[in-house]
């Protein structure tokens, strides 16, 4: 068979050379050059306008409601959360990209899993990264070897993996990882754009072929994004990511698109020497022991999942021409934006002060209605207090001071409740109605974020300092 010939295309113009270009000889953008494999035909050409004469052309679209109902029959992978954060588990033919940073744990988890799924279905793990006798170190300090069926390849080429793939016909397979595979009929490097667009969309037309779940292991760039095309993330039905403190034991594993459920649906591991183990009570994980000042507590929804994390702040008078403000786990714009509220609406003099920001347990959050408890943190540490024991804080701020309800609050209280907690501070009208009497929890509303620190922490918020 002839081989398919590769050209370059030019992503900015859509130029095409028979060889690699720096920059685009037509439109003159850098690095805008990426390998493709040209189509085997020319295309088909679009028909001329149709004859009226003619008979009409057969139909090749289905009435919605006639079609049949087929429910899906997901796979558990062996892991409560890892099947949460799939929306349930993982569905036949679908195909599943899994990044993170070096070392997090990327193939423990799925060779976990894999070992799991081999005891109900047929399992092919293709190892492109380490030679088989590493992945039956890894597998046996891993998991009960016991008898099972997980079949392992160690192998780079693409061609020779689909072959395996088509050979055995499993019900999932493992590519550890896209970026190290390699199609021979592209000259460019493995883990180049080129080379892993064509290898996950050969990959992509063989799993939905024959009904192979697919899970991919992707590697992430300095700034943490997924390495390779983003045209990637758009073939693969759900995008997950693998995170964690390099420095802590646990693991995040969140979704950040799926088509078969939720995003943002969070799953939760601790890496022990046995491999990835659940975490079975994830908020205590995110809470500190020790009420100090400048800690408060706040109720952050992942997905279905709320959980009660704590913020620690620090604010010090500046020695700096403009003062310092980091933040970890919150967005440094997001801690801008509440400097700025607390200092036109409550006076508190902070572009004075240096002011650092840590969420417990390396968790990011992103939601605004963390806002009030990075207010509540900051106006205590500014103020030397102490917010009382058994307090959460939910709310958005407006940039008038106003705060806002927010979304999931029932859920974020009903938490708060099972662990604890008894005073929760909430935006006034978020439609509780009746809920709050079936919650052990004290429901004190605010209008405006004044109101609501003088509720959580005292008069003492407007001293003057
Ligand atoms: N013998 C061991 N005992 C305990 N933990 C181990 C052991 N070997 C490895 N680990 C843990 O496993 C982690 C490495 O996991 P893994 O190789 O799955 O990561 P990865 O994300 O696949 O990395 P890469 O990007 O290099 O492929 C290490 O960070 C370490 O915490
Ligand atoms: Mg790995």
């Not at 992978?77 to 033919?93: H, I, K, N, Q």
């Not at 993170?100 to 990327?106: A, S």
């Not at 801008?336 to 006076?347: D, N, R």
């Not at 935006?427 to 509780?432: A, E, F, I, N, Y």
């Amino acid at each position: 068979m002839p081989k398919p010939a590769a050209v370059f295309v030019c992503q900015s113009c859509g130029a095409k050379a028979r060889q690699f270009f720096g920059r685009c000889p037509e439109c003159g953008s850098w690095n805008s050059l990426v390998e493709q494999l040209q189509p085997a035909t020319d295309g088909r050409r679009r028909r001329e306008t149709p004859d009226p004469a003619q008979a009409p052309a057969a139909r090749r679209s289905t009435a919605m409601a006639s079609l049949d109902d087929q429910p899906l029959q997901r796979l558990q992978t062996g892991s409560e959360e890892f099947d949460r954060v799939l929306g349930g588990g993982l569905v036949p033919g679908s195909l599943v990209l899994v990044g993170g940073d070096p070392g997090i744990g990327k193939s423990t988890l799925l060779l976990q899993s894999a070992s799991a799924m081999a005891h109900h279905s047929s399992v092919l793990y293709v190892s492109a990264e380490e030679s088989a006798q590493q992945v039956k170190l890894r597998w046996q300090r891993l998991s009960e070897t016991g008898e099972s069926d997980l079949q392992l390849l160690a192998e780079t080429d693409l061609e020779l993996v689909l072959e395996e793939l088509e050979a055995l016909r499993p019900d999932v397979a493992i590519i550890d990882s896209i970026q190290a595979l390699h199609d021979a009929n592209l000259t460019s490097a493995p883990g180049s754009v080129g080379q892993v667009r064509e290898c996950a969309a050969a990959l992509q037309r063989l799993a939905k072929r024959q009904t192979t779940a697919l899970m991919l292991v992707g590697h992430v760039t300095k700034e943490g994004m997924l390495a390779g095309p983003k045209v990637l993330e758009h073939l693969v039905d759900a995008v997950l990511t693998f995170e964690g403190d390099r420095f802590a034991s646990h693991r995040l594993l969140r979704a950040v698109k799926n088509r078969f459920g939720a995003t943002h649906e969070l799953g939760l591991f601790e890496m022990q020497a046995q491999g990835l183990a659940e975490v079975g009570n994830p908020s205590e994980l995110f809470l500190s022991d020790a009420r100090a000042s400048g800690v408060a507590t706040i109720v952050a929804c992942e997905g279905t999942r709320s959980l009660v994390v704590d913020l620690q702040a620090l604010v010090n008078v500046t020695s700096y021409a403009s003062p310092r403000r980091t933040a970890t786990g919150i967005g440094t714009n997001r801690l801008h934006q509440i400097l700025a509220v607390l200092e036109k609406h409550m006076g508190l003099p902070l572009s004075r002060f240096d002011c650092y920001l840590a969420v417990a347990g390396g968790l990011e959050v992103e939601e605004p209605a963390a806002d009030l408890g990075v207010a509540a943190a900051v106006v205590a540490s500014f103020r030397d207090l102490t917010l009382p024991a058994g307090t959460v804080l939910i709310g958005e701020l407006g940039l008038g001071g106003q705060l806002r309800p927010v979304g999931q609050l029932e859920l974020r209280l009903q938490e708060a409740a099972r662990l604890g907690f008894q005073r929760a501070v909430v935006p006034r009208g978020s439609g509780l109605g009746g809920l709050a009497a079936g919650l052990d929890l004290a429901l004190l509303e605010a209008e405006s974020v004044t109101e609501a620190l003088v509720l959580a922490l005292g008069d003492a918020v407007n001293d003057q300092k």
